[in-house]
C-alpha cells in the first residue's frame, strides 16, 4: 500500500487566465490549499482591435509555475510524488495554431476579446442562409459573432501562410489553450495528446450540443477542416500523463473551461442554480440540468459539464459581459486615475448617484456581448461637466458593469433569487453592493477567489481508495469518486 505524507493525497491545478498563470497544490482529504505559484501574462494589440497573447509565454508561465509550486512542496517538506493528478481549468475561445512537427505556435493566441473577424462574420452572415447571427444557435448554441474560435480559425486559415501551409502538409494543430497545454504537457511533437473537453469544445462554435463531437455542417460552414481539430473528451477522464520536469508520470486527469469551473466550484449542480464571475469580464451561467434550452432573449447555450465518459451532459444557458474588471484596469492604465484598481472602492466612497459631476459610463471596449450581440458598439462615457471628477468616473465605470450584468439576469427570463459571485473584481464590496441593488436579489460572495476544477476520475493507482464526496474550494472543486480514484 502506498504510503502518503501527513496531508495525504495531493492533487494540482493549472489555472490558464487571461490575466495569469497560477498552479496550486490542494490536499484531497481537506481541501486545504498548501501552496501555489502565479505569474503574470501580457496582453499586445497590434491592431485596433486586435488582443494577442503569446502561446509560448502560456507555455513557458505554466512550466515556471509548476516548478515552482514542487520546488515550494520541498521546502514544506512535503513529497511532490504525492501529488496523485493534475487538473486544468482555462481561458475558452482563445485560440492557438501550431505546427505538430516541431512544436512552434504559427501565430500568437487570439484572445477572445478580439474583434479583427468582424468583416468574416458580416460575410457569413450575408453569404450564408438564414442570413442572421442565429444561423448556427440550433447546432452550436452561440450566435456569429467576433467572440468564438470559429472565425479566429476561418481568419487563421484565411490569413497566415505558415497555417495554409501546414495544413497541407498535415502539420497543423489547432485548438484553446487547453488543448495547447495538454499536447505539449503529455509529450508535444513527440506523442503529445491532442485532446480537449466538452466545455471549451462548446466554445469553438463547431461542436454539435446533442452529439458533443465536432459538427459536420459547423465545420462546412466555416471552413474549417476537421483534422487539424483535438478529440473531445470529457471533463473528468485520464488524458495522458505529463512527459518531463517535476511531475513527470502525473495523469491529467481533468480539464473544464473558467466558467464552467466557477459554476460548479459554486455548487450550482442543480437546475436553476445561477452563478456571476467578475473578472476581466463577467460571465452568468444558469443550470437548465440535462435539457438544451434555447434564449430567445441573446444568452448563449452552452455545455455546463460532463463528470465522466458515461455521466450526463448537463448545460447551462451563459451571458456574457466582455469588459468588468478591465474597465478598472483601464482607468487605471488607460487613463491613470487611479494608482491601483484596489482604490476604486476609495474613490466611490467619495461621492454619491446622481450628485452633481455624475456620469453614465458603458465601458464596450470590444463591442457589447450578451444580450445585445453588437460588435460595433464602442464606449462611451456622457454627462461631463465641470464638475466631473475621477471618482464620478469610477462610480460610473462600476454602475455600467453592474448594469450589463443586470441586463444579463434579465435576459434569463427565469427565476434568480439569489445571486452567487466570485471573480477578482468580486471581491470589491461597493461593485457587489451596487450589484444587489440593481438586480433586486441578494449576491453571495465567495469568500475565495480560486476558479479551479479538478476532476480525478478512473486513475487506476491499484490499492488504497479514497473517500468519496466532494470537496469544495471557494470557487474551486474538486471531485473524487471512491470506486474509481485508487491510490497503491
Sequence with gaps: MRVFGKFG???GAIDAGISNV??????????EVLTYHQVSLKRFSPQEGWVEQDALEILCAVLECIEVTVDNLKKLDINPEDVVGVGITNQRETTIIWNSTTGEPLYSAIIWLDVRTSQIVDNLIKSKAPHTINAVVQTSGLPLSTYFSSVKLKWLLNNVGSVKQAVNNGECMAGTVDSWLIWNLTGGSRGGVHATDVTNASRTQLMSLTTLQWDRGLLRFFDVPIQILPKIKSCSEIYGYISTGSLLGTPIAGCLGDQQAALIGQNCLNFGQVKCSY????FLLYNTGESIVHSENGLLTTVAYKLGPNAPTIYALEGSVAVAGDTLQWLQDGLGILKNVSEAELHVSQVSDNEEGSVCFVPAFNGLYSPYWRKD????????SSSTRPAHLTRGALEGVVQQARAVVTACNMPVTHLLADGTAAQNDTLMQMQADVVGVPVVRDRH?????IFLNEVDYTTAVLPSGLFFLGTA????IADKLKIM
Design 9 to 11: 493525497p495531493l492533487v
Design 279 to 282: 473578472g476581466t469580464g463577467c
Design 22 to 31: 497560477k498552479f496550486l497544490v490542494f490536499a484531497a482529504n481537506t481541501s
Design 377 to 384: 458598439a464602442r464606449g462611451i462615457i456622457c454627462g461631463l
Design 449 to 453: 477567489n480560486f476558479k479551479l476544477l
Design 477 to 480: 472543486l474538486l471531485v473524487i
